[in-house]
């Protein structure tokens, strides 16, 4: 089965067209358009290094971080890969994370 992540990314529109980088690449499960950016997300992906769509994608974030978002969550708590500064985007993409408690106790 192996360790599967989520990822979400959102890229300007003029970016490459990650899901065709691969034809039997099914990669994602969501692909949307907005406002001049594209929204890439991923609910249970292998996200391995020497994939070509994996080491396209992770190229191209970090070479223009100051207009992408790159989010991805793996299964341990602990795994969080955060690249990029387009907070303010128009998907809301982001992660959260909380403490929770049952307040009835």
Same mark, same amino acid.
């Given at each position: 089965m192996?360790?599967?992540?989520? @990822?979400?990314?959102? $890229?300007? &529109?003029?970016?490459?067209?990650? %899901?065709?980088?691969?034809?039997d690449?099914?990669?994602?499960d +969501?692909?949307?358009?907005?406002?001049g950016?594209?929204?890439?997300?991923?609910?249970?992906?292998?996200?391995?290094?020497g994939?070509? @769509?994996?080491?396209? $994608?992770? &190229?191209?974030?970090?070479?223009? %971080?100051?207009d992408c978002l790159?989010v991805?969550?793996?299964? +341990?708590?602990?795994?969080?890969?955060?690249?990029?500064?387009l907070?303010?985007?128009?998907?809301?993409?982001g992660?959260?994370?909380?403490?929770?408690?049952?307040e009835?106790v």
């Open positions: 192996g360790y599967r992540s989520e @990822v979400g990314f959102v $890229v300007p &529109e003029n970016a490459p067209r990650f %899901e065709k980088l691969d034809e690449a099914d990669c994602f +969501s692909i949307r358009d907005a406002d950016y594209r929204l890439y997300v991923a609910e249970q992906i292998k996200w391995y290094e994939d070509n @769509v994996v080491d396209a $994608v992770e &190229e191209y974030v970090r070479e223009h %971080e100051d790159f991805r969550i793996g299964e +341990s708590d602990d795994d969080l890969e955060v690249i990029g500064h907070w303010e985007n128009p998907f809301n993409l992660y959260v994370r909380e403490l929770r408690f049952d009835s």
